[in-house]
């Protein structure tokens, strides 16, 4: 397992082909992220398809949240889940799976702005391709709903994603955790390698900084 495994993370896609191939598949709908690690290690393969499809979204989310480009933040997604399965051997049970795979992607996002910092150019090109982005239709758009609601509502998700990106980094990561992701701070406290006294700090400072910076906006 030394080599890199040749992984797509398509999740709809691999569900269906684990369907196909083998109706067992879906059991592990009613299993736990544990049961499902296990499955994996006990060696059915199909196990880790199912770990792709519980967190790739969510992990996605949060990872593009933070770095502000979602076309780098699929490629740390893709690297995440990489890591996940070459080191899933030495997972530490006891501890909570969700907790353990945000800690992998978020220091991969966090080396992402710092090498960032470093490089100009890669700075311009990700603000370049924000604002490309700001023409492309929304996730889970409801087709029902109004023209002008769903105008109200890219706009507010705009406003959104742009004053969370004028956070500080570290305050960044500690308001999608709890306030885009729901993370308790018990569990941001384990992400960021940070005790609960500085999570909580953190993240007091960067309600009141987003308060300050998307207030003006909504008036």
Not at 59 to 64: D, E, K, P, R, T
Not at 86 to 113: C, M, P, V
Not at 116 to 126: A, D, E, K, W, Y
Not at 186 to 198: D, Q, S
Request: hydrophobic content about 35%; overall charge positive; charged content about 35%.
């Amino acid at each position: 397992m030394n080599a890199k495994p040749a992984i797509k993370i398509q999740p709809k896609k691999a569900e269906k082909a684990g369907r196909t191939a083998r109706p067992g598949r879906l059991r592990f709908k009613d299993l736990t992220d544990s049961q499902v690690v296990q499955q994996f290690l006990d060696g059915d393969a199909r196990a880790f398809g199912e770990l792709v499809d519980r967190y790739d979204k969510r992990l996605l989310n949060f990872v593009y949240r933070t770095v502000g480009d979602r076309e780098r933040a699929q490629d740390l997604i893709q690297e995440t889940f990489v890591r996940v399965y070459r080191h899933l051997h030495r997972f530490d049970q006891t501890k909570k799976f969700s907790t353990w795979i945000y800690t992998i992607a978020g220091n991969l996002a966090k080396n992402e702005l710092r090498n960032r910092s470093r490089n100009p150019l890669v700075l311009f090109q990700t603000i370049k391709k924000n604002w490309e982005a700001d023409h492309r239709p929304l996730e889970w758009e409801d087709p029902k709903l109004r023209p002008d609601d769903l105008y109200r509502k890219r706009h507010l998700k705009e406003l959104v994603e742009n004053s969370v990106a004028q956070l500080p980094e570290h305050h960044r990561i500690v308001f999608v955790l709890r306030e885009l992701q729901g993370k308790t701070y018990e569990e941001i406290a384990e992400i960021t390698g940070c005790n609960l006294g500085t999570v909580k700090s953190r993240l007091n400072r960067a309600r009141n900084n987003f308060a300050r910076i998307i207030a003006p906006l909504l008036d």
